[in-house]
């Protein structure tokens, strides 16, 4: 099982994505701590600039 850090590391490195590129799409397990992580990860979204969708939003995005 993954760990909660390591969790929150994949998370970052989303959100980095995310900003660099305008959108990104992420998945992940439905183990309890995983879906524990995420939902307080995504408390935070809003002040920060970003917000969730569903993958069907970003379905023939391109980039620039």
Excluded: F, Y
Excluded at 3 to 17: H, K, P, T, V, Y
Excluded at 25 to 44: F, K, M, N
Excluded at 49 to 54: A, R, S
């Amino acid at each position: 099982n993954p760990s909660r850090g390591q969790i929150l590391a994949q998370l970052q490195a989303l959100e980095d994505r995310a900003k660099k590129n305008g959108s990104a799409i992420g998945i992940i397990s439905a183990l309890p701590v995983s879906i524990e992580v995420v939902t307080e990860w995504a408390r935070g979204l809003e002040d920060k600039g970003i917000q969730t969708v569903p993958a069907s939003a970003l379905m023939g995005k391109t980039d620039g």
